[in-house]
């Protein structure tokens, strides 16, 4: 294990990588021993209250906090590399698996109108997430954006939801992975699997979605840059099999099969959104890159926008395919576009499809393991998570104590745990993180601290609550009477006066200064509106798991987080005096 180190007077000996103290775990004062931990744990509500209220700034989120990781990521990324890499984080699982088993389960040949439903709502965060990239190119994404602009305690919400979407997604997708191998091979459903006599939805067990993610997260932390290149290859794979599934679809189409169009209802259409909206997942990984991104102000719109656009089309275009091709009482749930080919006695473009489909989920795992490990690192310098996931190999250049950290997680989730239990736990994670993000942006729009009179502030605050309430209540009332009018009629009129509101009323603080966000607050507003409706088209199942993961979550942050997040503020605090101190009795922090 390596240590900080006097050479002579003045020389200091670089800290190995590979070290494994308590002091690179638990630096902060609070954890120093028993009696400071009690001391900490005391001052509960005090610190609490200081957190809540606290925001960081945009030159420590840029500065400071990078110095955290010793090392700094190499800056090897253009908008070509970063265009691919949102091909290659998007186009996966969800588009091949999902597709089917929505179509299937809850809206039939309307699918299409789900991917479109979902595409706008992904498309408005890509704009909030795009704003935010340029003005603040770090590796934290939305959870850096978030402790600028709404404070510590949001952040670590919105941090330990960002960790379980990285955890959960990359398991999905792996389980999905296997699901097409056996398609692949032409074994029977589940073939692949070991099965037990465990609790349904746990009790197959999944050996080679856990050699994938290895293999993904083993060539994340090799390089950026060789990872990229092959993301290139894969995805341009990826692509050709995509218009082969379009045309080759459409050339086969039977317009019958979109008959009737509407099976489930328009409230089909709104629950099937909410689990694809899955699949536009991954895109925010684009954000986290910006630390390694040559041009930020230029390679993350050209890289964000251009991929999600294209995308979002080519989702419409393939579900729209798949609705033709075969009957929706007839999609198979798991390999919907391998098996319909089949049916139409096209048997070897089933094995055209699987194999593209693997590309594509392969791409999904590779680019994940890359955005994922970089959301971790952030989180962990700001010590909500121990700082030594926050360290940067100084030959690779790459975060390879939070890839391991993403992927022994995943690993073991996707052992054990089916693609059906996965998916709604991660789209309610997803789509609430997304919706924060949208109210962030308002903030950072509106509010500036020591600028902004407290009477806009308030403005500010009463606004958001009527947009974020009204919304909830549409949302409400959609899954309570799908067909009724009434409760529309008072939450829409109050979602449209809060942003009003905003608009003729206050005055923007802060301009962006390459790139912003057209039709401010409105498209912000509609983001919110729209994550939120997603939000409650799912069922009840995924909030009890959220709860449950947000209580846990609370339960971590009352008895380490906290603690550690305050020392960490207050040691920035410290007199350079008392930082010398510090770094002479070995320890790691700043």
């Known amino acids: 294990m390596g240590s900080m180190g006097e050479v002579g007077d003045d020389e200091i000996q670089p800290r190995s990588y590979w070290r494994w103290s308590k002091q690179d775990f638990l630096p902060e004062e609070s954890f120093k021993n028993w009696a400071s931990y009690r001391s900490a744990l005391s001052q509960t509500c005090f610190r609490f209250k200081d957190r809540l209220t606290s925001r960081s700034e945009d030159a420590n989120e840029i500065g400071e906090m990078r110095k955290q990781s010793e090392n700094d990521m190499k800056r090897c990324l253009t908008w070509w590399d970063l265009t691919w ?101 032409n074994r029977p459903k589940n073939s692949l699997r070991i099965h037990t006599n465990l609790t349904e939805g746990y009790n197959l067990l999944d050996p080679i979605a856990v050699a994938v993610l290895a293999i993904a997260a083993t060539l994340a932390m090799i390089s950026t840059r060789k990872t990229s290149v092959f993301n290139w290859i894969a995805s341009a794979i990826n692509t050709v099999v995509i218009l082969f599934v379009i045309i080759a679809g459409f050339a086969n189409a039977d317009p019958s099969n979109l008959t009737p169009f509407l099976p489930y209802g328009v409230k089909g259409i709104f629950q099937a959104a909410a689990i694809v909206y899955f699949a536009y997942g991954g895109f925010d990984n684009i954000a986290t890159m910006a630390e390694e991104t040559k041009n930020p102000s230029r390679d993350i719109p050209l890289g964000l926008l251009g991929s999600m656009s294209i995308v979002t089309i080519i989702y419409c275009l393939m579900a729209l395919s798949l609705s033709m091709m075969q009957d929706y009482r007839e999609i198979d749930t798991q390999a919907a576009y391998s098996v319909a ?225 305050y020392d960490m503020a207050h040691q920035q605090q410290k007199p350079e005096s008392l930082k010398l101190d510090d770094g002479e009795t070995g320890k790691t922090g700043p």
């Open 85 to 185: 890499f949102g091909f290659g984080s998007v186009i996966g699982a969800g588009i091949f698996v999902l597709t089917g088993q929505e179509a299937h389960d809850h809206a039939g040949p309307a699918i299409v109108l789900s991917y479109v439903a979902s595409g706008v709502s992904a498309l408005l965060s890509v704009f909030c997430y795009t704003e935010f990239a340029v003005e603040i190119p770090v590796a934290g994404g939305s959870f850096a954006y978030l402790r600028i602009e709404l404070g510590d305690f949001a952040a670590f919400i919105t941090a330990g939801n960002i960790l379980l979407e990285s955890i959960v997604g990359s398991a999905a997708v792996a389980r999905a992975w296997t699901s097409y191998f056996t398609n692949l091979l």
């Open 341 to 565: 080919f089949q049916s139409l006695g096209m048997k070897w473009a089933k094995y055209l499809v699987a194999l593209g489909a693997l590309k594509g989920m392969t791409t999904v795992l590779l680019v994940g393991a890359l955005g994922q490990a970089r959301y971790v690192t952030h989180i962990a310098r700001a010590h909500m998570i121990p700082p030594w996931f926050a360290l940067v190999h100084p030959k690779t250049g790459t975060p390879i104590n939070a890839t391991l950290l993403i992927t022994i997680s995943s690993g073991l989730i996707a052992f054990f745990s089916s693609l059906g239990v996965l998916t709604s736990l991660l789209s309610v994670s997803t789509l609430f993180i997304f919706m924060m993000m949208a109210v962030a942006l308002l903030v950072r729009r509106y509010y500036v601290t020591g600028v902004t009179p407290t009477i806009n502030l308030l403005k500010l605050v009463i606004f958001l609550l009527i947009i974020v309430a009204s919304s909830m209540g549409t949302s409400a009332y959609w899954g309570l009477n799908p067909n009724g009018w009434v409760g529309y009629a008072i939450t829409v009129p109050l979602w449209f006066m809060g942003t009003a509101g905003i608009a003729v009323f206050l005055p923007q603080q802060r301009a962006p200064k390459v790139w912003g966000v057209p039709l401010v607050p409105w498209l912000p507003s509609l983001s919110i509106a729209t994550n939120l409706f997603l939000m409650g088209s799912l069922g009840s199942e995924a909030f009890i798991r959220f709860g449950i993961c947000t209580i846990l979550m609370l339960v971590y942050y009352v008895f380490f987080g906290l603690h550690a997040t």
